[in-house]
Structure formats: structure tokens, C-alpha cells
């Protein structure tokens, strides 16, 4: 019998989830098994990502690979999978469950110290760090860690505090980070948490006309992010694998 799998991102539409989505189809085609690879329109649709959980587990998959929405809210609905006979493996972004069956991801919390070593590394020895975080209106587990690891850093620092945090959507990254730096003229520096507020962050400061006056940092390769580099409106990216993540999974 055929091995079914359901693959359920957080959203399909971004570079991350298409190079998540090649490492799957690759493993797929290795292992010979069937594997369906779905997601919301977007990463805040935690109701729509449930019904896609409870949908897989009725048609009949033997195991749920799924990057959460929201650690709390996909939880019921995983464990209601995992009784019906279903595994669960948590990629990405984990969830507040103890019925699953792995996890396999970014150690998050360390990438949110890397995102403050990368930062204070544009800074002069001593020179006053002023923060502002763009964050997600949905807490994924991911985002929660990585916010957590870099201000565990940031606290171990004399010279560098936490400013303001500023949560947003895929449609309002752009608009918060400006608002960030409206509100505070004194932030010298901001990061974004994910792929999308890492592009709005830059958006952000590419219209402010501040590309090396206020240091940034973002996370993934998106083609735009990468751009930016060049560019001078993002100073450094944190980089993951998701084809490995996919692959893995």
C-alpha cells in the first residue's frame, strides 16, 4: 500500500514555501509515496488551516506534515487527527501538543540570537542600539522564539535596548515598520521576524530614503529580500534550508 501524506504550510504562495515544497516532491518521488501539499492564502488563516487538518485526516492520510498558524489554536484539531489514527509531524513551527510525532526545523531560539549578533555587527564597539521589531499578528511558534532569542541577547547587551515591537499582516509590514519609525525617531535599527515583514521592513526603509542609516536585519532568501542587499535597504539575512526542511519532513 502507498504511504499518503498531507503536506499543510502555512501559506503556498512564498519563496520559502516553494523551496519548502520542492524538498517534499523530491522525498516523495524517492520514497514513492503519494503526498498532497496545500496552505492557506495567507499565514494568519489558522480557522482555514484546521479545516485542511481535519480534511486530510477524514480522506484518509496515513501522516500530517503541518507548519502550524498558531502553536495554541491548530492544537485541538492535530490531537483530534493524531486519535484518528493519524501522525503528526510539526515543520517549521511547532505547536502546543504533545501528540506529535517530530519536530524538524530552525532552532528558532538561536536564530533570534543570530538576527542580534548580525545587527550589533553593524554597529561601532559601544554605539547605542535603539530597536524596533516587526512582528506577526499571528504568534507562531517560530516568530514567539525568534522575538524571544533576540531579546535575551539584546538584554545581555550595555549599549542596545528594545524600543518598540510592532505586530503586522502580510498587507500592513510595510505601513508598521514606517509607523515604527514615525513614532520613534530615535530607532537606529529594525529587524523583520519572517519572509513578509522582512519585506516590508525594507519597503520601510528604501521609501524613507534610509538604506544604511537605519541597520536591519531580516530572515529568508526571498528574491526581492536579496535584492535589497545589494541594495543597501537590508544589511544582512538569516537563512534557512526549508528544501531540506521539506525533504526531511
Known amino acids: 500500500d502507498e504511504t499518503k501524506i498531507a503536506v499543510i504550510a502555512k501559506s503556498v504562495d512564498s519563496d520559502f514555501w516553494q523551496n519548502f515544497k520542492s524538498g517534499v516532491e523530491s522525498a516523495a518521488t524517492e520514497y514513492n509515496v503519494s503526498v498532497t501539499f496545500e496552505g492557506p492564502e495567507n499565514e494568519e488563516n489558522y480557522a482555514e488551516q484546521n479545516k485542511m487538518i481535519s480534511r486530510a485526516a477524514e480522506n484518509g492520510a496515513d501522516v500530517i506534515v503541518l507548519s502550524a498558524i498558531d502553536r495554541t489554536r491548530c492544537a485541538p484539531t492535530v490531537n483530534a487527527a493524531v486519535r484518528s489514527g493519524v501522525r503528526v509531524i510539526a515543520a517549521d513551527s511547532a505547536l502546543d501538543s504533545p501528540l506529535i510525532s517530530l519536530f524538524i526545523g530552525t532552532d528558532n531560539p538561536e536564530s533570534g540570537i543570530s538576527a542580534a549578533k548580525a545587527l550589533e555587527a553593524q554597529f561601532s564597539a559601544g554605539e547605542k ?3 524596533g521589531i516587526v512582528g506577526c499578528s499571528e504568534k507562531t511558534e517560530n516568530i514567539l522564539k ?7 541577547y539584546f538584554a545581555g547587551l550595555d549599549n542596545a535596548e528594545v524600543v518598540a515591537a510592532a505586530d503586522s499582516n502580510i498587507e500592513s509590514a510595510e505601513s508598521k515598520a514606517a509607523e ?10 529594525l529587524i523583520g521576524l519572517n519572509e513578509w515583514t522582512t519585506l516590508g521592513v525594507g519597503a520601510a526603509i528604501k521609501k524613507a530614503n534610509a538604506a544604511g542609516k537605519i541597520k536591519t536585519v531580516g530572515f529568508d532568501t526571498n528574491t526581492v529580500s536579496v535584492g535589497m542587499l545589494e541594495t543597501g535597504e537590508m544589511g544582512a539575512l538569516i537563512v534557512q534550508n526549508p528544501f531540506a526542511m521539506g525533504y526531511l519532513s
Open 180 to 189: 515604527l519609525l514615525q513614532k520613534h525617531p530615535e530607532i537606529n535599527a
Open 146 to 152: 525568534r522575538e524571544e532569542g533576540l531579546r535575551e
Open 129 to 131: 542600539i535603539k530597536l
